[in-house]
């Protein structure tokens, strides 16, 4: 009960005052927050608010939300009171420069971070620190090292062609469809472990989702996309908060599953003589990380390089699957070369790089389907910053966050041509566009798939081996078609990361053998 002194009070009109004044402020501060940016333009209320921006991750679709507002406000348009997007290449490129003075948004990069207070390379926002780890890291990731990534890649692929062979295969009596998007999911699980800790689960031999990390991966990636989208990242991560709430290594699900998995390996690992190994976890011990940290950049490493990878090649499959014209002719490159070099086993990545139609095919499904839509939002340098959009000068003010919006400068008609909708690999190859600067332009734009300079993505090399592999040796040894057309997959896309599954389709062994 309130005492009768503080029901004078609060009648008392100083008291009123107050609140009244505190009003005036937050309005002016919202006005000034709104006018800051009002040079870009956005969807309705978009100065005040966040909330079509949320709404978007909440749909599962924030690519295509993206791809809408550029289309509509041009080239950076406004996603809340602090948030542009921007589709230009130039200023991508520009924000992420070795030298740049840009750093990382908080709401994105952070809530990627999955026990309290730790930071892993891409949640941390510091820069010194982020700049010191990738130095940690690089080389690991170089293959500098006499890492057997390579053999390992090899392994995998042949046990995928195994498990086909073994169990899916279709045949003119009894047609076998399966999930190719589970199936492939398996193949860069297995690949990641190996690298990343030396051993693999294990998937593909098995053929089934070892320890549950695809399950835990897609509810670890659910749930970080809703506290994302409600804007609660920085409250979840409060110690006391994430100590109750977030990942924990006693959780049953999610990413804390996938922690309580990784320690063990790591442990292990550490108990072990590592000087003598050649891996990538051997080589970031020399760097000096501790278990904790290894911990974090395993985890990381297995989310930023499972299901990005696989959805590059579901998506370069499924364009495959659905353009005759292409699949013949990429299959005839695959044929003709495999009979003229007959190697033993998995085709080196060294002539993998050296056929120019399956380059072409690989880029062009990438563009077609970037498997990564991460806003990645960079911060403009107090003060602000000038740049030059589309031949007009544009002013970017200080603290402002600029995000990436990967559909429309992928499917842009004024880099990639009229068609750049369409899935034609041909403009890709020298003979059909003679225009080297519009080559350079295309291609410039085409890398920013893999992010760029001070952030790019260290994977890039470990995934295009992956991607050249398979690609070759499934067209190789199988025929493919896609056994539901009508709903060729399902998909949802987690804050920029794809899940998809039932991806049906079937193989038969194909009839040219070498
Ligand atoms: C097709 C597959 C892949 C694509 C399209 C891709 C794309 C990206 C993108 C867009 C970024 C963020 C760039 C930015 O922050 O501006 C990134 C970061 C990163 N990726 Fe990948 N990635 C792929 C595969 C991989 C693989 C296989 C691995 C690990 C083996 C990996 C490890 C990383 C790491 C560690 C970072 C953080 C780099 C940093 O914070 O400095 N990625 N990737
Ligand atoms: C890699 O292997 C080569 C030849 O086997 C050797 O000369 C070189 O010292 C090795 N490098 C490292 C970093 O182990
Ligand atoms: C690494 O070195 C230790 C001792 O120096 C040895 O016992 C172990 O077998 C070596 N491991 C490998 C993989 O060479
Ligand atoms: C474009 O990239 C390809 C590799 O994907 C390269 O072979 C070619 O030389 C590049 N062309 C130009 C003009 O940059």
Same mark, same amino acid.
């Given at each position: 009960m309130a005492s009768p002194a503080l029901l004078a009070q609060v009648h008392d009109h100083r008291w009123w005052l107050l609140v009244v004044s505190f009003i005036a402020l937050y309005a002016v501060r919202k006005i000034q927050t709104y006018r800051r940016l009002s040079a870009f333009k956005g969807p309705f209320g978009v100065g005040f608010t966040s909330f079509w921006h949320s709404w978007s991750f909440l749909t599962w679709r924030s690519h295509l939300f993206y791809k809408e507002i550029i289309d509509e406000y041009g080239p950076i348009a406004r996603v809340g009171p602090n948030d542009l997007v921007t589709s230009s290449p130039e200023l991508l490129a520009h924000m992420s420069a070795v030298r740049s003075p840009y750093s990382r948004g908080e709401w994105y990069n952070r809530a990627t971070r999955y026990q309290p207070g730790k930071d892993h390379i891409f949640s941390e926002l510091d820069e010194?620190?982020?700049?010191?780890?990738?130095?940690?890291?690089?080389?690991?990731?170089?293959?500098?090292?006499?890492?057997?990534?390579?053999?390992?890649?090899?392994?995998h692929v042949l046990e995928l062609v195994d498990l086909i062979r073994t169990k899916y295969l279709s045949t003119e009596t009894q047609a076998r469809p399966f999930d190719f =998007?589970?199936? $492939?999911?398996?193949?860069?699980?297995? +690949?990641?472990?190996?690298? @990343?800790?030396?051993?693999?689960?294990?998937?593909?031999?098995?053929?089934?989702?070892?320890?549950?990390?695809?399950? =835990?991966?897609? $509810?670890?990636l659910t749930v970080t996309? +809703?506290?994302?989208?409600? @804007?609660?990242?920085?409250?979840?991560?409060?110690p006391l908060v994430a100590r109750a709430l977030g990942p924990s290594e006693k959780d049953v699900v999610g990413f804390g599953r996938m922690i309580a998995n990784a320690r063990p390996l790591i442990q292990k690992r550490l108990e072990r003589e590592t000087d003598n190994r050649s891996d990538m976890l051997a080589s970031f011990v020399r760097s000096g990380l501790d278990a904790d940290e290894l911990v974090s950049e395993t985890v990381l490493q297995i989310i930023a390089g499972s299901d990005t990878t696989a959805t590059a090649l579901r998506s370069i499959m499924l364009y495959l699957f659905s353009h005759p014209r292409v699949y013949a002719k990429l299959q005839a490159e695959i044929h003709a070369t495999a009979q003229e070099r007959k190697y033993k086993g998995v085709i080196p990545d060294s002539e993998v790089r050296k056929l120019p139609y399956l380059q072409a095919v690989i880029k062009e499904g990438m563009r077609m389907h970037p498997p990564i839509t991460d806003s990645v939002p960079k911060r403009v340098p107090d003060g602000g910053d000038t740049v030059v959009v589309d031949g007009k000068s544009v002013f970017l003010p200080g603290g402002a966050l600029v995000s990436y919006a990967a559909w429309p400068l992928h499917h842009s008609?004024?880099?990639?041509?009229?068609?750049?909708?369409?899935?034609?690999?041909?403009?890709?190859?020298?003979?059909?566009?003679?225009d080297e600067k519009k080559m350079l332009e295309m291609n410039r734009t085409h890398e920013l798939i893999f992010g760029y300079g001070k952030y790019q993505c260290l994977g890039?090399?470990?995934?295009?081996?992956?991607?050249?592999?398979?690609?070759?040796?499934?067209?190789?040894?199988?025929?493919?078609?896609?056994?539901?057309?009508?709903?060729?997959?399902?998909?949802?896309?987690?804050?920029?990361?794809?899940?998809?599954?039932?991806?049906?389709?079937?193989?038969?062994?194909?009839?040219?053998k070498s």
């Open positions: 010194e620190k982020h700049k010191r780890r990738r130095q940690q890291m690089a080389p690991g990731y170089s293959g500098k090292e006499n890492l057997s990534l390579e053999s390992s890649i090899d392994l =998007a589970r199936k $492939i999911q398996f193949f860069t699980l297995d +690949v990641i472990s190996h690298v @990343g800790f030396g051993e693999p689960f294990g998937d593909l031999r098995t053929d089934q989702d070892v320890n549950e990390y695809v399950k =835990a991966g897609e $509810i670890g996309t +809703v506290g994302l989208a409600l @804007g609660i990242t920085r409250f979840l991560q409060l008609k004024a880099i990639f041509g009229d068609d750049a909708g369409v899935f034609r690999p041909e403009r890709w190859l020298s003979k059909n566009l003679k890039k090399p470990i995934a295009l081996m992956e991607i050249g592999k398979v690609v070759f040796e499934l067209l190789r040894n199988f025929d493919w078609c896609l056994s539901n057309p009508e709903n060729p997959w399902s998909e949802y896309n987690c804050m920029g990361i794809f899940v998809h599954s039932n991806m049906s389709v079937t193989a038969s062994e194909q009839d040219f």
